[in-house]
């Protein structure tokens, strides 16, 4: 199995617009033979800001508030790479890509790709 684990920088203030960008991409990969795991978006409550402790006290720290992740899997790379050559090809990855450009809803992005440990 291969994971890709994206991580989004956003710009808040077109939270909607990125909303709509990443249903089209879970459509699409779904489509193209991945597994699309969601995408998490900084949570907006004050239970969330004031959650107490950290398991680890000295450790752990607060996220920024401005990062959402994407996580979807794929079979094989045979089949991640078949998703890479096809999605151009369809008119989700090109709406998504506009929304991109015309709203500029993230600043930036890295991504991974994650090897599942299992018992």
């Known amino acids: 199995m291969v994971t890709c684990y994206v991580r989004y920088v956003l710009k808040l203030d077109e939270i909607g617009a990125f909303k709509e960008y990443a249903q089209l991409w879970i459509r699409l990969i779904n489509r193209l033979g991945g597994t699309h795991h969601g995408y998490f978006l900084p ?37 991640y790479e078949f998703y890479r050559r096809e999605a151009e090809k369809h008119h989700e990855c090109k709406a998504a890509t506009k929304i991109v450009e015309d709203t500029k809803c993230f600043i930036s992005y890295e991504r991974s790709f994650m090897m599942p440990v299992f018992e």
């Open 43 to 79: 949570a907006d409550d004050e239970k969330a800001k004031n959650h107490g402790r950290f398991s680890f006290p000295g450790l752990g720290s607060e996220g920024p508030p401005d990062v959402a992740v994407a996580v979807f899997s794929f079979p094989d790379w045979e089949t």
